[in-house]
């Protein structure tokens, strides 16, 4: 529910704060005071068109922000949609919604101080507030939210649930059908090609790891020549000696170790010295031997050369092809091979979902069906009830039907009693309200039937009726007594007053005998300071609601003020469930002493 509305440079509204009741809220002031403006106002966090015209003139822009309190079950589901935009929640059961706009044509829309698209912003908004008036936001006219209604009202929403599993569960198997249904000479070619990758990745047979061995294969042959020469040097100077007749490392060395050992002989601290020329004259030997045995196997191959050379551009080109790694392109051939292998026994597997989709159709079916017979039975209640209200409105002629609908669909439709039907996720049933206000007239889509005060009193009495069906948690009525007497503005307002049970009412209203039932009366008024002009709203005590009222009357006579009493004081006996005749005014001691005086 709204909670707190503040508004700044909107119109001729300089600043305002306001604080609302969770109940039925009652909005007064004289005409051009600016009610429907804060009405304008709340539109914009429901988003509404943002027209720099409202912009306080002056001023380069304007902002609204509503703050709202949302409880289960509107309160997990403002959270998943929040969740999936990346909006911070804190603290869970309260949310701000705020719109700026500046003359530049240029606005904003934030959730919590996040910045989200106006299409997003709109989606939250209607989910928190209903406005009926000049500016049309109301679910009720939206013929795809009637079957969620009705089917509210049947408490159905459990049994959908199981049919939307169903159809999501169909709608799946159906996408591999057509999948597999492609056109016969694409398959075929996609066949073709999947068939050649695999064969030249199976001719060519790459390994992991393969192409690193034959890089280094091909350096030692491309290089054979140098390679042997160095070795050979490498060799000589171990076990021959030098050119210039330097002698070989490997006698050197055994040199080394004889004279270590004669030193150790008389001094026995060169003992380890002389080990460790002996092993690293057995290390010279190992080493000599290593590379004698390196420079024997050194191979001048031109043949394997190329060999070599040829199976790396191979490889090369599979990786081009295949992914950039032969761990790709071998990762590509067994995809490829899942891919031909589904292709190759498609037609089996479109037989087993051709069985799958028969028996989906057939439970569907019969979910489907108890749907509908549930939907007959609770469209016969909802009908006679809102028909009821009307007549209590003074609209005894009028005539209300929900309208339920199926349509053959002899390809595609579910099985329900020897037919096809369409469906979708709702079920068989295109449901929509349907009324008549006059008798002897048609019944016709509710949003085409009636204007003015008819239509007010037709929405307020598919509120009353619908009231724990409808989820939105504030409503808001604009003008809602427009062409209403006071008779009928009675009943309009304990009607009102009534909805406040489950809902957050606002209404902007002229009639005294509506304005009577308000448990929060805030009176507009417009205040002229120098050259400027704004507007102000303030809660109304008690004995200022009688003035207010006996105002609404048309004037400050003290009949009109003992009319104002008696209509609060009816109004507060129909609250506390007293007889209007028996029923005392039970406020402050300031109406007493207001009520003996006009007595």
Same mark, same amino acid.
């Given at each position: ?276 020329? %002996?092993?690293?004259?057995?290390? #010279?030997?190992? @080493? =000599? +031997?290593?590379?004698?045995? /390196? &420079?024997?196997? !050194? *191979? ?5 050369? %190329?060999?070599?050379?040829?199976? #790396?551009?191979? @490889? =090369? +080109?599979?990786?081009?092809? /295949? &992914?950039?790694? !032969? *761990? ?11 891919? #031909? ?259």
């Amino acid at each position: 529910m709204l909670t707190e509305l503040r508004i700044t440079n909107f119109a001729i509204i300089d600043r305002l704060d306001l604080t609302f009741s969770p109940q039925f809220n009652v909005i007064t002031g004289e005409t051009g005071a600016g009610k429907s403006i804060i009405i304008d106002a709340v539109s914009l966090l429901l988003g509404g068109r943002a027209d720099t015209d409202f912009i306080r003139a002056g001023t380069d822009k304007a902002s609204v922000e509503g703050v709202f309190k949302i409880h289960p079950p509107l309160q997990q589901e403002i959270h998943d949609m929040l969740d999936l935009e990346g909006v911070e929640i804190d603290p869970p059961d309260e949310i701000t919604l705020s719109r700026e706009m500046r003359s530049n044509g240029r606005s904003t829309s934030r959730i919590n101080g996040s910045s989200v698209g106006v299409g997003f912003f709109r989606e939250v908004g209607e989910k928190l507030i209903d406005i009926h008036g000049q500016s049309e936001h109301l679910s009720l006219l939206k013929p795809r939210e009637h079957v969620n209604l009705l089917d509210r009202y049947a408490n159905l929403m459990d049994l959908r649930a199981s049919n939307s599993a169903l159809v999501r569960k169909l709608n799946e198997l159906r996408a591999e059908i057509t999948s597999l249904m492609q056109d016969e000479a694409a398959l075929a070619r996609r066949v073709d090609m999947l068939t050649f990758q695999i064969e030249e990745i199976r001719a060519t047979a790459p390994k992991a790891g393969e192409e690193e061995t034959l890089k280094e294969e091909r350096a030692r042959l491309s290089n054979a020549e140098q390679l042997a020469t160095l070795s050979t040097e490498a060799r000589t100077l171990l076990t021959e000696g030098s050119p210039d007749g330097g002698g070989a490392a490997s006698d050197l060395l055994s040199q080394v170790s004889l004279l270590l050992g004669k030193l150790a002989k008389v001094d026995p601290s060169m003992t380890e010295a002389r080990e460790i020329a %002996d092993s690293l004259s057995v290390q #010279l030997d190992d @080493l =000599a +031997r290593t590379v004698r045995n /390196y &420079g024997e196997r !050194i *191979e001048f191959n031109p043949r394997r050369l %190329d060999e070599v050379e040829d199976r #790396l551009e191979a @490889l =090369a +080109r599979l990786r081009k092809k /295949y &992914g950039g790694t !032969i *761990e790709a392109v071998l990762a590509y051939r067994e995809t490829a091979q899942r891919d #031909l292998d589904a292709i190759t026994h498609s037609a089996e597997r479109l037989e087993e979902l051709a069985i799958e989709e028969e028996t989906l159709l057939r439970q569907i079916g019969e979910i489907a069906f108890r749907l509908s017979n549930s939907r007959q039975k609770a469209a016969t209640a909802l009908g006679s009830g809102i028909e009821a209200e009307l007549q209590e409105l003074r609209m005894g002629g009028a005539r209300f039907e929900v309208a339920l609908s199926q349509h053959d669909d002899p390809l595609h439709g579910c099985y329900v009693e020897g037919r096809r039907l369409a469906f979708d996720l709702t079920g068989i049933d295109h449901v929509e309200f349907m009324m008549t206000a006059n008798p002897g007239e048609p019944l016709r889509a509710m949003a085409k039937v009636a204007s003015g005060g008819e239509t007010a009193r037709i929405m307020l009495a598919l509120k009353s009726v619908l009231s724990r069906a409808d989820q939105t948690p504030t409503l808001i009525f604009d003008e809602i007594d427009q062409g209403i007497g006071g008779r009928v503005g009675a009943t309009v307002g304990r009607k009102l007053w009534g909805l406040s049970s489950s809902h957050q009412v606002l209404c902007v209203t002229h009639l005294a005998q509506l304005a009577g039932y308000g448990d929060v009366h805030l009176k507009v008024a417009k205040n002229t300071r120098g050259e400027r002009t704004t507007t102000s709203i303030r809660p109304l005590s008690d004995p200022e609601r009688v003035i207010e009222i006996a105002d609404m009357l048309g004037s400050g006579s003290e009949s009109a003020k003992q009319s104002a009493l008696d209509i609060l004081t009816i109004a507060r006996g129909v609250k506390v469930g007293a007889k209007p005749a028996d029923s005392a005014m039970p406020v402050t001691d300031e109406v007493s002493s207001v009520q003996s005086k006009l007595l």
